[in-house]
């Protein structure tokens, strides 16, 4: 038992890999449906 691997940085590697695809998947949410909320405020602008 000289060596015992140090495993505390795993989890935080982790939690960055999900947060980062996390932030990955709503960036290409909103840059697909950005246009289309854009145009759903328009038409309720316009309906004002």
């Given at each position: 038992?000289?060596?015992?691997?140090?495993?505390?940085?795993?989890?935080?590697?982790?939690?960055?890999?999900?947060?980062?695809?996390?932030?990955?998947?709503?960036?290409?949410?909103?840059?697909?449906?950005?246009?289309?909320?854009?145009?759903?405020?328009?038409?309720?602008?316009?309906?004002l």
């Amino acid at each position: 038992m000289l060596y015992m691997p140090r495993e505390e940085g795993q989890g935080l590697v982790e939690y960055a890999l999900i947060l980062v695809l996390v932030a990955v998947v709503v960036i290409v949410i909103l840059a697909l449906l950005g246009p289309v909320i854009g145009n759903v405020f328009s038409d309720i602008v316009e309906a004002l």
